[in-house]
């Protein structure tokens, strides 16, 4: 195989273009086709568990060998029963309403021209992630539904698995009589292969990155291809004078220990200087015995009880989205205050206000800036799942296209359709 | 002044954080505030035409001396007649609805959650065009109307005229209690200040290229901010075998003539071989006597009465997107023909069709992937007005977030707001 760029350049634009051919059946296919579909690609890859734990396997003693971290190692990992969880997801997949086909808006014009905005696939999906098998299989599940054909660069370290899953997937495909093209990797062309995706302006209609943030900002940098951005969140939690102290404290414990590693897991709190005193010290308190360690400004650490998990605050706490046991922590003097921090340093995915002042709570809702705003409630809730849109592509913190959790409906696009009679413009 | 492309990006940031701080007060003001600055705009332009219309006196000097196009001295060229013309759109633009403010959606979720999608202003709009300088104020109107500040690049050419029309704006915002940092140009800084908005990542939320096809490739090659392309239309008409032929003529004729500089105008026109013999002689005569030239394969000249204008297709003719009394025509052997032909060539604009067949219309309308669709109908349609969108920002030819004429809730974006009473995830 030649594997110089140029080689992998017209190798990956010939797989856009198969793919491109491959989708048009996949737009015009019933609900029940695509579902028909989606349950025989989980009944293949449940056949397949035997290979796929051979090549996962395969895929662990490299890792190992080259000094992968446990948490990588285990996100790399495939058991019988997590492959049993991936196929179930394709059901449940096949369970959700189909966005395409939907009318969004629709008119008749005074010339008696009928027009509607339909809900279209986008045609070519392209997904770049890192070293985790359930994800292929997780977006060539999307991608279909949403009647779409996918590209697929997943993690070099996910190589072999990513290998036979792809190969079950295409398998299958062909059996149900579609089109294998439907689901191709460019992963044989390694990371010229990603590239090659980023660059194939015209051939891939949207390019989804999931991941790291360095993954994401690698891809929003160099890719010409249209590109939805993820998941980058330092969210944050102001608590007001008038705030609730006790419903605060709790909120604050749920956004930052719920689940630590996520993108809308809290990472700053700002407090207003006259609660400090009352909600500071418990919350500090709280968070140590969570195993929390507060980088407060010296307000914040003024009112740290003896003997809790502190450090000094600096410029990189503020911007920092820790995804572990941190907080940066700020006594702000105001909702005015709290604004301007919010404005500097958040990264537009989660901000929550704890209130019971009608008017804070208004203009917090006016004025922050981000894809949500929660009142008196936990950063975490900001979800696919939570927000019941069922399956979540991942969380934009862009404002084209999709803002916050996005939905199967966020891999299609519109098409306007008009039926005259002969009309003309005059 | 230091006009460095260093100097320059650093200048073009400041604007833009400048223009994100003054949008944060229009992003919660009302409809009838935004109506009302309108309004004032349209009087201060009026009020001003003398030193406008000297201004531009200069441009149009400098472009008669750079030897510039007869055409495009008249896109630059302002009268008294055409400077009210730009206020009475302003004035037309306060007539419209107000995007800000629609709940998209909303729910209360089982745990109590009250969740509603809200339309928000994007922030910061940056607007690359070429030297017209009506298009200054268009876009600073659809801008404000829609709550976002708005940083400007005009062409060169038009330089003179967009200085004065920007500051006239300016003392108006002023005047009217508003930050004038609402709307800037970068005009001062040339090219180098429309790349710096090209690369003002975080800061630009928006870039919206209104121009050529030349420009909109620069900038959607250039760009790492989000863009919306616009505007380049190779559209398509199909005749089928089952057309009402006197009905296709005009429907053709229509597309190609009614105006032809437009990206709506028809560029390629199809035909079944079946009814190739009844309708292309009188076609091609019909185009002829509008003075359109005839671009046609060996089986449409074969067809071409004497006397008419025609031309050998090419390969290029197929891609042409002419904007001029050029039409390319190609015979085919059937619709699935005619469908390879449009995914091979098509820009995805606007494809039509002519036909009496049921099946056919829907195959043509649910196979055809651009971005309108019209059955029995002319490709001119497609226009924000004409679809009853209001003021149109442009037609846009991607996937992403727009797709076809855009009105002013294009230039939103959605946040998710959410309100608890101390709800936490379990």
């Not at 705030?243 to 956004?255: H, K, R, S, T, Y």
């Not at 809308?264 to 500090?284: G, I, M, Q, S």
């Amino acid at each position: 195989m030649d594997a110089t760029p140029l080689g992998a350049e017209q190798a990956v634009q010939d797989m856009a273009r198969r793919a491109k051919a491959a989708s048009r059946s996949l737009a015009t296919a019933t609900r029940a086709d695509k579902d028909a579909l989606l349950e025989a690609l989980a009944d293949a890859l449940f056949a397949d568990t035997g290979p796929i734990l051979a090549a996962n396997a395969q895929d662990l003693q490299r890792g190992r060998a080259e000094q992968m971290s446990p948490g990588l190692l285990d996100r790399l990992a495939l058991t019988e029963d997590r492959i049993g969880q991936i196929a179930a997801a394709l059901r449940e997949l096949a369970g959700l309403p189909d966005p395409v086909g939907e009318v969004v808006r629709g008119s008749t014009l005074p010339n008696g021209l009928q027009l509607r905005q339909v809900r279209v696939p986008m045609g070519v999906v392209a997904m770049i992630y890192e070293a985790r098998p359930n994800v292929t299989v997780d977006a060539a599940g999307l991608a279909l539904k949403s009647g779409n054909a996918v590209l697929l660069r997943g993690g070099s370290a996910a190589l072999s698995s990513n290998t036979v899953i792809v190969a079950t997937l295409r398998r299958a495909l062909e059996a149900q009589g579609w089109s294998p093209d439907l689901v191709q990797s460019v992963d044989a062309w390694g990371r010229e292969g990603g590239v090659a995706l980023m660059r194939a302006r015209g051939l891939v209609d949207v390019l989804v990155p999931r991941g790291g943030a360095n993954l994401i900002a690698t891809v929003v940098r160099e890719a010409v291809v249209p590109v939805i951005e993820t998941g980058v969140g330092n969210c944050h939690l102001y608590v007001d004078a008038s705030a609730d102290v006790a419903q605060a404290l709790e909120v604050m414990l749920n956004a930052k220990t719920q689940r630590v590693g996520v993108c809308n897991a809290l990472e700053t709190l700002l407090v207003h200087k006259e609660v400090a005193r009352d909600f500071l010290p418990r919350a500090v308190l709280a968070l140590a015995e969570a195993g929390v360690t507060v980088h407060g400004d010296p307000a914040t650490l003024a009112l740290a009880p003896p003997g809790t998990l502190t450090a000094p605050a600096t410029d990189e706490d503020w911007a920092a989205e820790y995804l572990s046991l941190d907080l940066a922590v700020r006594v702000v003097a105001d909702l005015d205050a709290a604004l301007e921090h919010i404005a500097t340093y958040s990264s537009g995915h989660t901000e929550a206000i704890c209130t019971t002042d009608l008017r804070a709570s208004q203009r917090f809702v006016a004025e922050v800036d981000s894809a949500a705003v929660m009142v008196n409630a936990s950063t975490r809730f900001t979800d696919g799942g939570q927000f019941g849109l069922g399956a979540e592509i991942g969380i934009s913190t862009q404002k084209l296209h999709a803002r916050g959790p996005m939905g199967l409906a966020e891999l299609t696009t519109t098409k306007w359709v008009v039926h005259g009679d002969g009309h003309v413009r005059s």
